[in-house]
Nanobody
């Protein structure tokens, strides 16, 4: 089993920056691709960005391209999401997810482990 714990969510003004972290523990050697999803109030959970274990390949949703950057430190078993130029529409609960597959996926069903989420609120 793998446990994921997100941190770093807070209230931030539009145009500002923040960094989310996701600490993995347990059988971390089995983790392949990892991702950040988000769920805004009244909406379904959506993909934000994903990254392969080797970090050689990433995917970004169009809504965050050029503003968000995903990275991972496999030695520290930590996933990061650097969020720059945030907008009010980025307000959501952000979830970290891990897959046992090496292939990056954009669907919730492709991820085996999930964190509890961290709240990001962007004020205008």
């Amino acid at each position: 089993q793998v446990q994921l714990v997100e941190s770093g969510g807070r209230l931030v003004q539009a145009g500002g920056s923040l960094r989310l972290s996701c600490a993995a523990s347990g059988r971390t050697s089995g983790i392949g691709a990892m991702a950040w999803f988000r769920q805004a109030p009244g909406k379904g959970r959506e993909i934000v960005t994903t990254i392969r274990r080797s970090a050689a390949s990433t995917y970004y949703a169009d809504s965050v391209k050029g503003r968000f950057t995903i990275s991972r430190d496999n030695a520290e078993n930590t996933l990061y999401l650097q969020m720059n130029m945030v907008k009010p529409e980025d307000t959501a609960v952000y979830y970290c997810a891990a897959s046992v597959s090496a292939i990056i996926g954009t669907r919730e069903s492709e991820y085996n482990y999930w964190g509890q989420g961290t709240q990001v609120t962007v004020s205008s």
